[in-house]
Every structure is written in structure tokens, then in C-alpha cells.
């Protein structure tokens, strides 16, 4: 059963215990001990047993009663059976071989093997042939003698490969790969899962299976089940030819799998040939019950060759065409019939005579009818709408009497309707978001890929979040961010197993201003969504519906639970708010009010953090407590140290950087260690211990994979290069400010400034003086600082571990003691433009950047004002944290000091000598 899966698991509502197997097979010796081991393994499965029938063999029973999304099975990773894990460094050609060759490893082992009882029951069953099904008409036929043919050469890589095994032993590996492999695209696995694979497959079943990353599979009910009834999934959504080819059984009833797959094939007639030179293959179409076909796109390239041969009577010809293959292939189907003695040939020949005969009536009708639409449009469902009758509404406007997976709408890119058709809607989404992010690791600048992952690919989450409840979407918020965390891996080639993954996931998903990358957490941040899109709404919904609004707020001010089941997840996710310790949250008869409490004013914006209404806060708070709860407790001092260090407003500017100039423009590998190291994973450093680099000096002491050594060595005397970076920085933003009517110094003498009591012979430098900035015209000096919350030996400074800041107000106390002079009364002010290495900026930085956003604001046109100030806020902090980040990228590569290069104009940087 090779089922594919686009999203990640979803937890449990509730945990069944683990215990022993159940079977009403007491005497069946494989099957028990097939249970005991399944035990054994941790699998969790109290609540169903195995049973039996003469109709379909074992199939799994519930002994207990499951209601919709209650956890059925649980399988951890250690008892699947999965390609590429065994001892061997076989390459297969295909999948199955793969899975297969895994299988046949096991079987070699017998008694010895770790999965020795449930190999032994793997190889018990008889695999179906495909020489009977290779005499049937049609395209069954044709895939069964395919199958066949493919599955001799599989057996005879297999035995190449395993010479110890024999034919049938390959066959019947074969065969179970076939029929019982599942297939993971979050754990990007195939693997036979034991005790699991007792699931029959249903038309229409009552249960659906997730695994995720931890390759832990979860069997969850999608609808009340009743002890005694048995437990189902679906398989794949194919016809009952392929069902047949297969799995070896067909379906009676209705369902998905009342459909005929038709193979044309291409046109005889010679000037039709010669117009179609791009159309030889047959074409295979999908017929449904109805005569309709499911995907008319299949025809397209045979009704393009109709039209390029004979324009003005292409439809006839295709119609002529197409009646003349079905009722062909019709005929061939009604002489086999009466020689059938299979029970399952004779249902499908069936099935297949009538769908086939219903589209030759349509195709006769539409061929009669004098007013003929487009073929490709008769082809279609049509909607044939009786005021007496809604089902005869057709599938295009009325959904209620479809399967589950089909009963929904999707209403401005929400989905609306059944839970499985959401999930079905949100797994196709899943698939789509894919596309994009399987094309970022082949950009070739890293920064770019990084940017388009930030800004396009992590929000996409964000509508669904709104408008989705979270029971609802969990899979696909989990699944969503294990794409993007695959994808960020994937960016920075992380692919060996590290023990800092967990800890760099957790960071990743944090905002800028908290420490993290800032990436959008579908799954952290889905309750303040979805809290924060309803709360948004309800200031709308009030003018224009007052009694929808109306009713929604007696839901929520009613004690007990709503009644509604969308007012119920949404109190749910008030509930997740105030457990996260968000004191603020404003109350239900607030935001009823005739006149609701404003949201906050935003303070600082960011891609994870929605600028909009009240999921700023809402967010914030979230992802405030995740970071004190479950980021920080698992920590080290240093690390905790660091991750403070990188916290703070404008702390990520570098992160939302656009490299439309040198100072914003981080290469590939300065992006790669900068990301690393906020995600403290190892770095590429290039020397075993510090000092080694030619025309370096240092300690000698051994380098850490994290750099924390290099980041704070005072003997390799990078720390005070490092400040030159910043000292270029700042004295660019400042000209930039000031303009012409002011002037940046940089290096000016200590005793050419207006302090008090500084001696001629002083040979104290200030890094830069700024004149112009303020209303009073006092002269801004200030000193330049990098610093480190770590010391040489990777601890962190005290109380930097536990308090904002603590490295910053050394640098300012040690700044104060080695410039007094500056801190007594005259024509200046002295400023500390601290930065810590993280990227946490002291706050005399902040009041300088307003300082000269005040300044340079006054030259721009009053209607245009706030706009400036806004874009130039955002590209001064993104010069300021670029070159912070070069310049502690520089210091752990330990010799690289270029500052960007120089462009014309004044606003950008010069050489060190033309600053002056």
C-alpha cells in the first residue's frame, strides 16, 4: 500500500496504553509472536486487536470506541522496517528494490535479525501473479504485462545483488514492498510498518495515518468508530483496474474506484499523423462512473492535433475518434466477460462494461445534438439544476452527498467544509509551498536564498493560521515547519546528524528581536493567529451583520463551552494565550464594546511577527514565553548568554537586509558563518588553535567549533580591528544624516575637543565626532565598542546569562573611566555606540540613530516625512548589523578586514585614509 504523505504528525488527543497485541487468532503461532514483538518495540495500540474473516483475511478491530481525531496506533521509528538502513551500500535502480533489498537482508538474518518474527510473517502470504490479469482487455491488461516484465528484472537486480536468496524469496519481497510500503514525504522515508499494515483499504475510510520527522507514525479515527468495527484507511485514490494490478482485490459499491482507465491510442489517418508528429503515445484518459472524464487536460494534445489537421471540425473528429476506441475496447471487455470464473475479474469486467457504455451515450448524445458545445465541455460534469431535487445539482455546486475528502469549498484560499476535506485542501497546499523551497538551495548567493525564504516562503502559512482553526491545521502547520527547516538545513549543507539541531531548530523559530532568525512558526504561532484574525474581525463583522456579530458575542460572554464549534477553538486559543503568561490579552466584553480597545502601537515589525491588528502582541507574547519555557531551561549559561546577546530591538536587522548596495551585502560564506553562529551550530574555522593563521597572533589555546575563543581572545588583536568596521558604519550613516551643512570627523584627537582639562600631549583618540546632529549645535563624541558576553575561556561575563545587556554596560563603565574628561559640562555629549556580538545595540545607539533620523528627516518634504524616517530607520540599521556581522565574521575567519567597496557619492564608504 504506497501511500505518499506531504505533511508532518500530529500529537495525540489521547495516548492509548501500551499493551499486549491483541487476536482472535490464539492458535496462529506467527501472529503471536509477531504481537509480543510488536510490544516489545513500543507500539502503542491498546484500543484495536487483529481479527479475522474467510472474506478478507486479518484486518485490525476496534475493542474500545474512538471518536473523530482520537489516536488509534502509535508506531515509534525503532520498529519500522526502512530503505536504506541496513548493513549493505547496495544502490538501488528504483524504490522498491531498495525497500525490497532492506527486506531480503532481514530475511538472510532469520532468528538473528531484529526483526526476525515480523519478516517471518511478511514472507507467509502468497504474492498475486499477473499472468491471469495480463489476459485482460484494455489498459489493465497492458499493466499487468508491464508489472510483469518489470518485476522479472527487479528479480534479477535483486539476486545479483543477494546471491544467497532464492527467486521465489525475491518474489515474494517483492510483492510485499508492492502492496505494503508507506511512504513519508516530512520523513522522506519508505518503510513497512509492522502491526499497521493489518489496515485494509476502504472507499471510504474511517481512519488516516501521519508520520512526520521522528518517523513516528500515528494512526488517527477521522469519524466515530464503534467497538467491533473494523479500522480502515485508504490506500491511493486509483480505479479498480489499477486496484486490482495492484493490491490483487477490487471494490464493490460506490467510490473513487468506479472508474475506467481508457488508453487511445494515436490517430491512423495520415495527414492527422503528420500533424500530431509530437503525439504518438496513447493517451490515457480517466472514465468516472458518470461517463465524464476526470481530467480532461490528458486530451488536449489529441484534440490540438484534430484541430492543426482540421480546424473547423476538430470536435467531430475527435468525438469520432474517441467513440470508436471505446466502444472497442467496450467490446472487447463483453466477449471476456462470459469467460471469466475470477470473482474479482468478473466485478471488474462489470463495472468497466457499464462506465464504458455511459461514455458512449454521451458521446452518441453530444454527436446528435444539434446545438453542440465544446466536446471538451460535454465531456465535463454538467450541472443539470431541478429546483426539486438538490442532488442532481451536480459535484460543481452541490458537495454534500460527495466522499469526505470532496465535501468542502475553498472560499478566498480558505478551505471550508468536512475536516478531511481541509486536510486534503492543506496537504495539497503542502505540495505547492514545495516547489519554491526545493528551488532555494540552488540559488547561487545565499543571502538571496536566505531573504526568499524569510519574506516569501515562511509566511505563507499566515492566511491559514488566521482562518483556520488549529485542530484543524495542525498537520500542515508542523508539516510546514519541517519544510522550512529542511530547507534552512539544506541552505547551509547541514546533512551529518549534530547534536545542536534541536537547540538550533527552537532558535530558528524565534523572532529577531528574541534571539532567533526570525522564520515564521506555523504550529508555535497558529493559536494567536487564528485568536488574533477573529478578534480582528469582529470590529468588521458588527456594522455589517449585527446579528451574526451579535450571536458570536453571546457565544463568547456565555459561561460554559460554545456551541459553535468554530467559538470553541477559538476560546481554546484565548486559553493557549493566558497560559502563556500574556497578562494583556484584552477580554471578550472589551472587544464586544461599542467601542473596542485599539491593538497596541507596533514598535518594531518583523517577518514572523504579523504588523497587522492584534497578532503582533499576540505573537510576541507567544513566542516570549516558548523562548523563557521550553527555549532557555535546556541551555548552558553560555549559550543563554549569547542568545540574549542577539536579542534586542534592531538586533536582526542584518536578517531583513536587501543587498542592494555593498553595505548591505553579506557574501556567501560571512551569511553562512553569521547564520550558523546565531543558531550555534559549528562553524567552518579555519585553524586548530588560535594564532595558527599566517600573520596572526594569538593565544595557543585550542579553537572551539563555535567560536567563542576566537570572538573574545585578546592576544589575537582582533578586537580592536574589528571596531574599524563599526567606526566606517557610523560615520556613514552620520554623513548621510548631517549632509553638507554638517561634518563627521573620525580619529579626532581627545585634546582638539571642547573636554576640559585634556593636556597637549594627550594621545587619546575619539573613533568619531559629529557636528550638525543637534538643535543646539553640541558636538556628538563618540567612542566605538564590540564586545563579547563571553570570556576567552567560552563563560559568560557575570549576570550575562541572566540579564539584557551585561557586556554593554561594562563597555560603558570601562568607556566612562577611560574618558572623564567627556563626562563633565561643555559644548558636547559623549556617546558609547556599544554593540554586542549577537547584535544587541546599547541604548545610546538607539537614541543616536533618532538623533539623526530627527536630523535628516527636516530635508525632505513634510507629506513625505514619515516615510523617510521609516525607510531610512530600515536601511541605517541594516548597514549598522551588516557590518557587525562582518566584522565578527572577519574575527572568527581570524585575517579578512575589507569594509564594502567604494561607490560614488558621500553616503557611501571610502577607503580608511579619505575618511579623514
Known amino acids: 500500500m504506497l501511500i505518499h504523505l506531504n505533511d508532518q504528525c500530529a500529537e495525540p488527543k489521547a495516548d492509548p496504553s501500551n499493551t499486549i497485541m491483541q487476536s482472535d487468532e490464539s492458535d496462529d503461532v506467527s501472529l503471536t509472536e509477531l504481537l509480543q514483538w510488536c510490544a516489545q518495540k513500543g507500539i502503542q495500540a491498546g484500543g484495536v486487536r487483529v481479527a479475522s474473516s474467510d472474506g478478507c483475511g486479518r484486518f485490525l478491530q476496534a475493542t474500545e470506541r474512538f471518536d473523530p481525531e482520537q489516536l488509534i496506533l502509535m508506531v515509534p521509528a525503532e520498529a519500522i522496517l526502512a530503505e536504506g538502513v541496513g548493513e549493505s551500500n547496495y544502490q538501488a535502480s528504483h524504490w522498491m528494490l531498495?525497500?525490497?533489498?532492506?527486506l531480503l537482508e532481514e530475511d538472510c538474518l532469520k532468528e538473528a535479525s531484529a526483526f526476525a518474527p515480523y519478516v517471518r510473517l511478511l514472507f507467509e502470504g502468497e504474492p498475486h501473479g499477473f499472468g491471469a490479469m495480463a489476459a485482460l482487455p484494455g489498459c489493465v491488461g497492458s499493466?499487468?504485462?508491464?508489472?510483469?516484465?518489470?518485476?522479472?528484472s527487479q528479480v534479477a537486480e535483486l539476486l545479483s545483488a543477494m546471491p544467497d536468496s532464492s527467486p521465489e524469496r525475491a518474489v515474494r519481497a517483492l510483492h510485499t514492498v508492492d502492496t505494503r510500503t508507506v511512504y513519508s514525504h516530512s520523513a522522506r522515508v519508505r518503510a513497512l510498518v509492522p502491526f499497521f499494515d493489518f489496515a485494509n483499504h476502504c472507499a471510504y475510510p474511517n481512519a488516516r495515518w501521519t508520520m512526520g520527522s521522528d518517523r513516528v507514525l500515528r494512526l488517527h479515527s477521522t469519524k466515530l468508530i464503534d467497538i467491533g468495527e473494523e479500522v480502515t484507511i485508504s490506500y491511493d485514490n486509483i480505479s479498480n483496474g489499477r486496484l486490482l494490478v495492484t493490491y490483487g482485490f477490487v471494490l464493490n459499491g460506490n467510490g473513487p474506484h468506479r472508474r475506467v482507465d481508457l488508453d487511445i491510442v494515436?490517430?491512423?489517418?495520415?495527414?492527422?499523423?503528420?500533424?500530431?508528429?509530437?503525439?504518438?503515445?496513447?493517451v490515457q484518459l480517466e472514465v468516472l462512473e458518470d461517463g465524464c472524464l476526470r481530467r480532461r487536460a490528458a486530451l488536449l494534445p489529441l484534440a490540438n492535433a484534430f484541430r492543426a489537421a482540421n480546424a473547423a471540425n476538430a470536435d467531430v473528429l475527435l468525438a469520432e475518434h474517441l467513440l470508436q476506441q471505446a466502444m472497442e475496447e467496450r467490446r472487447q471487455w463483453e466477449e471476456t466477460h462470459p469467460r471469466l470464473q475470477d470473482s474479482r475479474f468478473l466485478v471488474l469486467s462489470a463495472m468497466t462494461i457499464e462506465v464504458l457504455g455511459h461514455f458512449v451515450g454521451k458521446l452518441k448524445d453530444w454527436m446528435e445534438d444539434p446545438t453542440k458545445t465544446s466536446l471538451m465541455v460535454a465531456l465535463g460534469p454538467r450541472a443539470e439544476i431541478h429546483s426539486d431535487s438538490i442532488d442532481q445539482l451536480g459535484p460543481d455546486v452541490w458537495v454534500g452527498n460527495q466522499p469526505p475528502a470532496q465535501r468542502g469549498f475553498v472560499a478566498l484560499g480558505v478551505p471550508i467544509g468536512h475536516p478531511e476535506f481541509i486536510a486534503c485542501h492543506l496537504q495539497a497546499r503542502l505540495a505547492a509551498e514545495a516547489e519554491l523551497l526545493e528551488e532555494l538551495p540552488r540559488l547561487p548567493d545565499l543571502q538571496a536564498a536566505w531573504l526568499l525564504l524569510l519574506f516569501c516562503a515562511a509566511p505563507r502559512?499566515?492566511?491559514?493560521?488566521r482562518t483556520v482553526p488549529p485542530s484543524q491545521c495542525f498537520e500542515y502547520s508542523t508539516g510546514h515547519d519541517a519544510a522550512i527547516w529542511d530547507t534552512l538545513l539544506a541552505l547551509l549543507g547541514e546533512q551529518r546528524p549534530c547534536p545542536h539541531l534541536a537547540e538550533a531548530r527552537r532558535l530558528a523559530f524565534l523572532p529577531g528581536r528574541l534571539g532567533g532568525l526570525g522564520l515564521t512558526s506555523a504550529e508555535l504561532l497558529s493559536p494567536a493567529a487564528y485568536w488574533a484574525g477573529w478578534t480582528d474581525a469582529l470590529g468588521t463583522l458588527r456594522p455589517r451583520v449585527p446579528d451574526i456579530a451579535a450571536a458570536c458575542g453571546r457565544e463568547l460572554l456565555h459561561e460554559g463551552d460554545p456551541h459553535a464549534p468554530c467559538i470553541r477553538e477559538l476560546v481554546a486559543a484565548a486559553a493557549r494565550l493566558d497560559a502563556a503568561g500574556w497578562a494583556t490579552r484584552p477580554a471578550w466584553a472589551q472587544l464586544l464594546a461599542a467601542h473596542p480597545v485599539p491593538s497596541p502601537p507596533l514598535q518594531e515589525s518583523e517577518p514572523s511577527l504579523w504588523r497587522h491588528g492584534w497578532q503582533h502582541p499576540a505573537a510576541l507574547a507567544v513566542t516570549t514565553s516558548f523562548r523563557e519555557q521550553e527555549v532557555f531551561p535546556p541551555m548552558t549559561p553560555a549559550t543563554r548568554a549569547l542568545v540574549r546577546s542577539q536579542s534586542g530591538p534592531a538586533a536582526g536587522a542584518w536578517l531583513t537586509a536587501i543587498p542592494t548596495e555593498p553595505a548591505t551585502t553579506l557574501a556567501p560564506h560571512l551569511m553562512a558563518i553569521a547564520l550558523r553562529r546565531r543558531l550555534r551550530l559549528p562553524l567552518p574555522l579555519t585553524t586548530a588553535r588560535c594564532g595558527q593563521v599566517p600573520n596572526t597572533h594569538g593565544c595557543g589555546r585550542l579553537v572551539d567549533p563555535l567560536g567563542d575563543h576566537l570572538a573574545a581572545c585578546p592576544r589575537t588583536g582582533a578586537l580592536a580591528r574589528r571596531g574599524h568596521l563599526m567606526e566606517q558604519a557610523w560615520i556613514k550613516i552620520c554623513r548621510e544624516a548631517v549632509g553638507p551643512e554638517g561634518r563627521v570627523v573620525p580619529q579626532q584627537w581627545l585634546n582638539r575637543t571642547t573636554a576640559p582639562g585634556v593636556p597637549p600631549e594627550d594621545r587619546r583618540r575619539l573613533d568619531l565626532v559629529v557636528h550638525g546632529a543637534t538643535a543646539l549645535g553640541v558636538a556628538l563624541c563618540c567612542d566605538v565598542t564590540v564586545v563579547s558576553p563571553l570570556t576567552s575561556t567560552g563563560r559568560p561575563l557575570p549576570r550575562?546569562?541572566?540579564?539584557?545587556?551585561?557586556a554593554l554596560q561594562l563597555a560603558r563603565a570601562r568607556k566612562h573611566r577611560r574618558y572623564p574628561e567627556l563626562l563633565r559640562a561643555g559644548g558636547h555629549r559623549f556617546l558609547v555606540l556599544g554593540a554586542e556580538l549577537g547584535g544587541r545595540w546599547d541604548q545610546e545607539c538607539h537614541d543616536l540613530v533618532r538623533t539623526l533620523l530627527a536630523v535628516r528627516a527636516q530635508r525632505e518634504p513634510a507629506a513625505i516625512r514619515a516615510a523617510a524616517i521609516?525607510?531610512?530607520r530600515r536601511r541605517w540599521w541594516a548597514v549598522l548589523a551588516c557590518a557587525l556581522q562582518r566584522a565578527t565574521a572577519s574575527t572568527l575567519l581570524g585575517g579578512v578586514w575589507l569594509a564594502p567597496a567604494?561607490?560614488?557619492?558621500?553616503?557611501?564608504?571610502g577607503s580608511r585614509a579619505g575618511l579623514g
Do not use: C, M, Y
Open 143 to 152: 499493466l499487468a504485462r508491464a508489472r510483469e516484465t518489470l518485476r522479472s
Open 461 to 465: 502559512a499566515q492566511h491559514i493560521l
Open 266 to 282: 494515436s490517430v491512423q489517418s495520415k495527414d492527422l499523423e503528420e500533424a500530431a508528429l509530437d503525439q504518438k503515445r496513447p
Open 800 to 806: 550575562a546569562a541572566t540579564h539584557d545587556g551585561t
Open 870 to 872: 521609516s525607510g531610512w
Open 98 to 102: 531498495g525497500v525490497a533489498h532492506r
Open 902 to 909: 567604494q561607490t560614488t557619492g558621500t553616503a557611501h564608504f
